[in-house]
């Protein structure tokens, strides 16, 4: 018979819309830090991207774990196989999941997928996940968070120097299936890396305002207004890591 773990509560974190339970098995050292990471996490997303509302959205529970091993027990009590053992969301539930042993960035990926989707509830994967890699390598600064380069850079410009990077138009389209299938890992570094070109050139935040004002079909033209492929590719390809 499996016991029931109660999770402690670490905080309620609320922004403009956004509501966020979080609780979790951390260091007591480390609880101020993850508290104030979710309060700024919150408030950069909800400035740079979502809309106001007149009421909350509901609730979302952020659980942390310290440990790999208490992460994926507690993520094997959905039922199903855990989707990464880094951490996930699940907006059936309104539950997100992060494994900190592997890095704190999983904090800050996993909470914004719930504050875009409740925005955004057609967003795109691409889109989706793009801006929580974002978020999953940045710097917390006085004036919200920097973009970096990181790891996924290997990805997207092997697959710049073999010649078999998609299309922008094939990363507009792309399906859920198709960005998180065999290619995964280049359909990441791409979306990731397509942003921060943006974000660099200050135009990230008008991007997904029009992208979720667009008629899904017009996704994949609203991209190509903003992005020069040719110099996309020239500017990914002169990034160091």
């Known amino acids: ?40 996490i919150v408030s950069d997303v909800e400035k740079r991207f979502t809309q106001p509302t007149k009421t909350a959205d509901p609730t979302v529970t952020l659980q942390l774990f310290a440990t ?12 199903e196989p855990i989707p990464s053992d880094w951490g996930f969301y699940r907006p059936d ?35 989706n996940e793009g801006i929580a890699a974002l978020y999953g390598s940045s710097k917390l600064g006085k004036h919200g968070f920097t973009f970096v380069v990181n790891y996924r850079l290997r990805d997207l410009q092997r ?12 990363l507009a389209t792309s399906s859920f299936e198709e960005f998180h299938g065999e290619r995964a890992m280049v359909y990441y570094a791409y979306a990731r890396y397509v942003l921060l070109y943006l974000d660099r050139k200050g135009k990230l935040s008008a991007l997904y305002a029009d992208l979720r004002a667009a008629d899904p079909a017009k996704q994949a033209e609203v991209l190509a207004s903003y992005v020069d492929e040719k110099d996309f590719r020239r500017w990914a390809k002169s990034l160091r890591y």
């Not at 018979?1 to 951390?26: C, D, P, S, T």
């Not at 790999?68 to 039922?79: H, I």
């Not at 697959?159 to 094939?170: C, E, I, N, R, V």
């Open 93 to 127: 539930k309104r539950l997100a999941l992060a494994n900190l042993e592997a890095g704190i960035g999983n904090l800050r990926h996993e909470l914004v997928h719930p504050l875009l989707g409740d925005d955004f509830p057609g967003i795109p994967s691409w889109l």
């Open 1 to 40: 018979m499996r016991l029931l773990v109660l999770l402690l509560v670490l905080a309620n974190v609320h922004g403009k819309r956004a509501r966020i339970k979080v609780e979790g098995e951390v260091a007591a050292k480390q609880e101020k830090q993850v508290v104030q990471l979710v309060e700024a």
């Open 159 to 170: 697959a710049l120097k073999a010649g078999t990077l998609p299309s922008l138009h094939d």
């Open 68 to 79: 790999a091993d208490r992460y994926r027990e507690e993520a094997a009590k959905l039922g």
